[in-house]
């Protein structure tokens, strides 16, 4: 599903922050993908990763909104954010709310491995996310005086995609 969203931005110097390296596959894949050369890379991991080219590093705990908002803030305005870290239901919600307001009007937030929710015995995401889809269906009634800032939820699979 991703080409879906991020085909017309190939060629788009992008700002893409990532959280969940591992291996780093991603991160090659996404180097690769987008194409254009002002790209910024950004990952976030509690571990260290080594360094490859286009990527710009940082160890954090995604559950600590501090040093993620931090991390957002400098790298602001965010086009793609991938929360593909620890899929603990309360810091895949602690990052997105650390990151969201760095994420640019038309931007995209993808939460993988939604489907933890109904696996772990921790808490699940998806309340939050309904009260996300509750914001976006109401965001023109006369009631949500607030409006909203986001203008999508998707649900697929395994995976999420908030667009803003
Ligand atoms: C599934 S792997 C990421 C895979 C990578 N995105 C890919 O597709 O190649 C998950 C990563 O999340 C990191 N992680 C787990 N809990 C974390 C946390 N609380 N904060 C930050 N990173 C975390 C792990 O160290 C691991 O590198």
Not at 81 to 96: C, L, M, P, W
Request: hydrophobic share 35%; proline share 5%; charged share 25%.
């Amino acid at each position: 599903m991703y080409p879906k969203y991020l085909e017309e931005l190939r060629h788009e110097p992008v700002t893409l922050l990532e959280i969940g390296i591992g291996e780093q596959g991603s991160c090659k894949m996404w180097s690769e993908y987008f194409d254009a050369e002002g790209c910024r890379f950004i990952g976030i991991d509690r571990l260290s990763s080594k360094e490859i080219p286009r990527w710009k590093f940082h160890v954090a705990d995604q559950s600590n909104p501090k040093d993620i908002g931090a991390i957002g803030r400098q790298h602001s305005p965010l086009d793609i954010v991938i929360d593909d870290g620890s899929h603990h239901a309360e810091h895949q919600r602690t990052s997105f709310e650390a990151l969201w307001p760095y994420v640019t009007p038309g931007g995209l937030y993808f939460i993988e491995d939604i489907q933890c929710s109904y696996i772990n015995s921790n808490a699940s995401l998806m309340p939050y996310l309904f009260n996300i889809v509750e914001d976006v269906v109401t965001s023109r009634l006369k009631f949500n005086r607030k409006g909203s800032d986001k203008s999508f939820v998707h649900f697929y699979p395994h995976i999420v995609v908030i667009g803003k």
